[in-house]
């Protein structure tokens, strides 16, 4: 059995987060009505004229300077010729000879080692519509309200080696542009998917093997595994003397194989030619650099500044970054009460409520529980006003009420009693209640001590002050 090296090169879509389509004025909003969204442009009616949206060419290139591109100032719109029952101008409009990004890269990290991954070019193009297979109906529906939404065409190069690799690359990207903004990010709804093209060559060959192109993987889990599966296929094919064939595969996630579905296509029968209705998309030098600054801090930089604020590790430090909304929030937080302790709130209590109530991390906007809240819980536990359990115990509280934490903690009486008078009667107490502890405790077993501390923390329901509770100890068992 020879051994083989697998070969990896991604195309990602990304649905540009623009109010309206790229051609024409309808919107782009997803999830309405079937064929409400639909004019001349976007159903392909013959003489209807599209006018680009500039927004979407602002947002495209956002990200191709996010991936370290170089932008072409003048790039060009092409016909892809293609026939679809959800495409029904017969073409789509994308780009070709001229693309609006070429020669990017992207840095990823995968156990802890940095690689660099090419990106070839990043195109803009409109998507098409839906076709919709009612079943028991025998019949099929088309739905427009898709049809001609932006989206960019990020290609890289072959450079990933791995299935682990490729989910680094598209994580990385991800995060990248719904940091940018310009992506909703809903997979689901499939504003960011992706083709994965797989082969193998000889370990130790350059010369690249003979490649399958994978379609419909709706999530980072699916990409891995349907890569995992499909290497593994190649590599029997190949075992057995066999030529892998090159073709487009679906993946199916129940099966968890890739199946064919068709031969390939190259792109000399989509016949692209430069679309006549559309003039050649132009981007000013000032306008440019203008898009160059707005450039906001990515994800990368943003767990290295976090790391440095907080002396957290790296992993962790992630977790806070997921989301562009998430990581604003600790910040905010971090700004009023200590970065360190505010990250570890949010790391425990923060994430727990939020898996127990199924609260995304992305929407920590809509949360009732603000920024302040959580500075000042940490700062009243410094302070010694509640202790950290107490912290723990209410947090799902104050994280569904948005209340603040130092006039709910008074409301309930749940402050710590600091004063030592008033400590005293339940020190006094416990002692009387165990004697035989208590002289245990005065014949040398001094461990004795946390037993009494548990006694008093449970009839001041764990609002005693732990500092204080053992100093009046000391002095009373003396
Ligand atoms: P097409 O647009 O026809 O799918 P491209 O030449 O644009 O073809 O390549 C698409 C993707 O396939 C790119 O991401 C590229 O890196 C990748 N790719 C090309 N050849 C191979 C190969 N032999 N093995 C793995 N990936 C490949
Ligand atoms: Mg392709
Ligand atoms: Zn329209």
């Given at each position: 059995?020879?051994?083989?090296?697998?070969?990896?090169?991604?195309?990602?879509?990304?649905?540009?987060?623009?109010?309206?389509?790229?051609?024409?004025?309808?919107?782009?909003?997803?999830?309405?009505?079937?064929?409400?969204?639909?004019?001349?442009?976007?159903?392909?009616?013959?003489?209807?004229?599209?006018?680009?949206?500039?927004?979407?060419?602002?947002?495209?290139?956002?990200?191709?300077?996010?991936?370290?591109?170089?932008?072409?100032?003048?790039?060009?719109?092409?016909?892809?010729?293609?026939?679809?029952?959800?495409?029904?101008?017969?073409?789509?409009?994308?780009?070709?000879?001229?693309p609006l990004c070429e020669h990017g890269y992207l840095?990823?990290?995968?156990?802890?080692?940095?690689?660099?991954?090419?990106?070839?070019?990043?195109?803009?193009?409109?998507?098409?519509?839906?076709?919709?297979?009612?079943?028991?109906?025998?019949?099929?529906?088309?739905?427009?309200?898709?049809?001609?939404?932006?989206?960019?065409e990020i290609v890289s190069e072959p450079d990933m080696?791995?299935?682990?690799?490729?989910?680094?690359?598209?994580?990385?990207?991800?995060?990248?542009?719904?940091?940018?903004?310009?992506?909703?990010?809903?997979?689901?709804?499939?504003?960011?998917?992706?083709?994965?093209?797989?082969?193998?060559?000889?370990?130790?060959?350059?010369?690249?093997?003979?490649?399958?192109?994978?379609?419909?993987?709706?999530?980072?889990?699916?990409?891995?595994?349907?890569?995992?599966?499909?290497?593994?296929?190649?590599?029997?094919?190949?075992?057995?003397?066999?030529?892998?064939?090159?073709?487009?595969?679906?993946?199916?996630?129940?099966?968890?194989?890739?199946?064919?579905?068709?031969?390939?296509?190259?792109?000399?029968?989509?016949?692209?030619?430069?679309?006549?209705?559309?003039?050649?998309?132009e981007i000013g030098a000032e306008e440019l650099e203008?898009?160059?600054?707005?450039?906001?801090?990515?994800?990368?930089?943003?767990?290295?500044?976090?790391?440095?604020?907080?002396?957290?590790?790296?992993?962790?430090?992630?977790?806070?970054?997921?989301?562009?909304?998430?990581?604003?929030?600790?910040?905010?937080?971090?700004?009023?009460?200590?970065?360190?302790?505010?990250?570890?709130?949010?790391?425990?209590?923060?994430?727990?409520?939020?898996?127990?109530?199924?609260?995304?991390?992305?929407?920590?906007?809509?949360?009732?529980?603000?920024?302040?809240?959580?500075?000042?819980?940490?700062?009243?536990?410094?302070?010694?006003?509640?202790?950290?359990?107490?912290?723990?115990?209410?947090?799902?509280?104050?994280?569904?009420?948005?209340?603040?934490?130092?006039?709910?903690?008074?409301?309930?009486?749940?402050?710590?009693?600091?004063?030592?008078?008033?400590?005293?009667?339940?020190?006094?107490?416990?002692?009387?209640?165990?004697?035989?502890?208590?002289?245990?405790?005065?014949?040398?077993?001094?461990?004795?001590?946390?037993?009494?501390?548990?006694?008093?923390?449970?009839?001041?329901?764990?609002?005693?002050?732990?500092?204080?509770?053992?100093?009046?100890?000391?002095?009373?068992?003396?």
């Open positions: 059995m020879a051994a083989y090296e697998a070969v990896i090169g991604l195309e990602v879509h990304v649905q540009l987060a623009t109010a309206s389509k790229l051609f024409c004025s309808c919107s782009a909003t997803f999830g309405q009505a079937p064929n409400t969204n639909v004019c001349e442009v976007c159903a392909g009616m013959p003489g209807a004229l599209p006018q680009p949206n500039r927004q979407a060419v602002h947002y495209a290139a956002l990200v191709g300077l996010a991936v370290n591109c170089a932008i072409n100032r003048r790039s060009v719109f092409a016909r892809k010729n293609y026939f679809y029952p959800d495409l029904p101008a017969g073409y789509q409009i994308s780009q070709f000879d001229l840095d990823i990290e995968t156990d802890g080692k940095s690689k660099r991954v090419g990106i070839t070019r990043i195109h803009m193009e409109n998507d098409a519509g839906k076709n919709i297979h009612a079943q028991g109906e025998n019949a099929s529906y088309v739905d427009l309200n898709r049809a001609g939404t932006p989206l960019v080696r791995s299935a682990v690799e490729a989910v680094a690359y598209l994580k990385t990207l991800y995060g990248i542009v719904t940091y940018l903004g310009v992506c909703d990010g809903n997979m689901e709804e499939g504003s960011f998917r992706c083709d994965a093209n797989v082969s193998l060559r000889p370990a130790g060959s350059a010369a690249l093997g003979t490649r399958t192109e994978l379609k419909n993987l709706n999530s980072f889990r699916n990409v891995q595994r349907a890569i995992e599966y499909e290497i593994g296929r190649q590599q029997d094919v190949l075992d057995d003397g066999e030529k892998v064939v090159q073709e487009t595969r679906l993946y199916d996630a129940v099966k968890n194989i890739t199946a064919s579905m068709r031969s390939k296509e190259e792109a000399h029968d989509y016949r692209y030619f430069p679309d006549p209705d559309l003039l050649p998309v203008r898009w160059r600054a707005e450039l906001p801090e990515l994800p990368r930089e943003r767990v290295r500044r976090f790391v440095r604020m907080t002396a957290l590790p790296e992993p962790e430090a992630e977790v806070l970054v997921q989301s562009r909304a998430l990581a604003d929030f600790f910040e905010a937080a971090a700004q009023q009460a200590d970065a360190r302790k505010v990250a570890n709130m949010m790391l425990g209590p923060l994430l727990r409520e939020c898996n127990a109530r199924n609260a995304s991390l992305a929407e920590c906007a809509r949360w009732p529980m603000r920024p302040a809240a959580l500075a000042e819980l940490v700062r009243i536990v410094d302070q010694g006003l509640i202790s950290a359990k107490i912290a723990n115990d209410i947090f799902g509280e104050l994280f569904e009420s948005g209340a603040m934490p130092e006039a709910y903690v008074r409301e309930k009486g749940l402050a710590q009693i600091s004063d030592s008078s008033a400590l005293e009667a339940a020190v006094d107490a416990v002692l009387v209640d165990n004697p035989a502890e208590v002289a245990a405790y005065k014949g040398g077993k001094t461990k004795l001590i946390s037993f009494f501390v548990g006694q008093i923390m449970r009839a001041t329901r764990g609002k005693a002050n732990p500092a204080l509770v053992n100093e009046l100890l000391k002095k009373k068992l003396q």
